[in-house]
């Protein structure tokens, strides 16, 4: 699976760690988000551009619009994101 919820502060040897709002490290080449209920996951930054992920961070800015500060927040529940991440693989 691409994502995953957020760890202690793993990350891939080499890897440049950034830091999200919250100052956990997220690793080079992923996004951090919020699912509708809370779960905070790291999406790769390659996936960004599958149609299926286009439309729900369309649906997010809908409903939060383009100002939303910290990190990037999904409207729809873990299980959603899961299946639509596992179908953009």
């Known amino acids: 699976m691409a994502w995953w919820k957020k760890s202690g502060g793993e990350s891939s040897p080499g890897a440049s760690p950034r830091y999200s709002d ?17 779960e905070r996951v790291m999406l790769p930054v390659r996936l960004l551009t599958h149609p299926c992920i286009a439309e ?20 729809c529940d873990a299980g959603h994101f899961r299946a639509v991440v596992d179908s953009a693989l």
Not at 22 to 38: A, D, L, Q, Y
Not at 59 to 70: E, F, I, L, S
């Open 22 to 38: 919250e100052g956990e490290k997220v690793s080079r080449g992923h996004v951090p988000m919020v699912t509708g209920c809370g």
């Open 56 to 75: 729900l961070l369309d649906m997010a800015a809908q409903q939060y619009g383009y100002g939303q500060p910290g990190v990037l927040r999904i409207p």
